[in-house]
């Protein structure tokens, strides 16, 4: 009872002092700082979490609707509230952090989809910028589809369910809404966004120009069980998912390799080059529904998620709950989730949320080869991005610094001048060796005389085995700046 009457308490104080104080704080950087959660102040002072949780939310929702009524958002920064700005993407846009993240991205590339990573938001679409209603009030995020995948995320969820619509006189139709499922009587959903009116914003940002070699990663998760729901979510992504000439976006599922419960296990072989010498660009993942098995692959098989994020650690113990077995067969993804409903089901736990990505899990899980990131509230200058840079070094490659590659001491790449003496980096199947200290030009010989191959890391986990073996000698790798 006590602690009750301390919640209302600081809840009522904290929110006068929320909806009354403004900072004039201008918007954060893509240096790649760690900054402390928005709600630190509140957290300092309460023994549990939720009514630092709940005030956040408070606070999100007066910040967004500063920001959507015009007034700058420099001037729209709350306390307790994400600081979202212009200012921050923009600055990411030509940051080191943004270059790191697109080199590693045409990296994967060619890797099978077991072993490729992608940056990912969980619940992306569940952001008060897309209008308040009560499960965008309790946000997983603060940018838009669009703004998100201009900081690199190239795997998003949507959230589908079925329910009736007012201005379709109660007819129902695919909405998307972080609720409860059918079984529940979809509770939380009201007025959020219909599924076809969301899709397009992403099938915009394809099919600008500018991004002809993008390949992303949608995952539908499937809250209709009904006939009819997956017959107008196929009708969607047909029509929407294609590119100005006609022509289909969709990397569709095989129906020759239709598993015996009517859908196409996601192949662990394939890859983003696949995907686009194929025409595609968008991988469709989903639960198995035959109903949507035309366009959507069922994943169940093929991916795991969320082990241990509290308990994971630094390459190579990583995560007891998944042994290498599993990384080299199956997708591994790790979601957050910074809801106040999720916060409600364990009301008395204190701050901070052992299950959250911060930066330091991030790294750890990066090292290890975790596949796919399911972030909350991810923001350019939150530290998480430039925590899952594994390659090179910031501020690198370096102009002067030479034009060959060497992993260093500490296992991130620099330029350096070729007529260095350093063992060469040699890939021999799966397993990583090094040779003798030569110079870059003999690295590819030296490779040869042991029998393998000179070879650069395209992943991190790749990149942590090498620097196993090369450690604090470091290791020319194979890759030519110019």
Partial sequence: MAAHRWITRTTAALAVAVLLTVSLTTGGNAS???????????????????????????????????????????????????????????????????QAARFQYALGDSLPMRDAQWLGTHNSFNSLTNGLTISHADSNQQLTLTQQLDIDVRALELDLHYIPRLELLGASAVTVCHGQGPSAGNLGCTTEPLFSTVLPEIATWLNAPVRSNQVILLYLEDEMSNAAAYASTISTLDRVLRRPDGTSLIYRPDPTQRAGNGCTPLPMGISRDDVRASGARVILVGSCAPGWSADVFDWNPSHVESGSTSAYQPYPACDATYGPDVYASQMVRYFEDSTLVSALLTPLAPPGNPEALTPDKVASMTGCGVNLFGFDQLLPEDGRIQSSIWSWAPGEPQSGGGSCTLQGADGRWVAAPCAGSHPAACLSGTTWTVT????????????????????????????SALHEVAGAAGAWINYAIL
């Fill in 436 to 463: 003798t200290p030569v110079d870059a030009a003999s690295a590819p010989a030296a490779c040869t005389a042991i029998g393998s191959t000179f070879a650069l890391p395209r992943a991190g986990d790749q990149n």
């Fill in 32 to 98: 790649g700082t760690n900054p402390p959660a928005p709600t630190a102040p509140c957290d300092a002072i309460s023994p549990y979490a939720v009514p630092c949780v709940a005030l956040g939310k408070v606070s999100d929702a007066v910040a967004t609707e500063c920001r959507r009524v015009g007034v700058p958002d420099a001037l729209c920064t709350l306390p307790l509230a994400h600081n979202v700005t212009q200012a921050a993407r923009d600055a990411y846009q030509v940051s080191w952090v943004h």
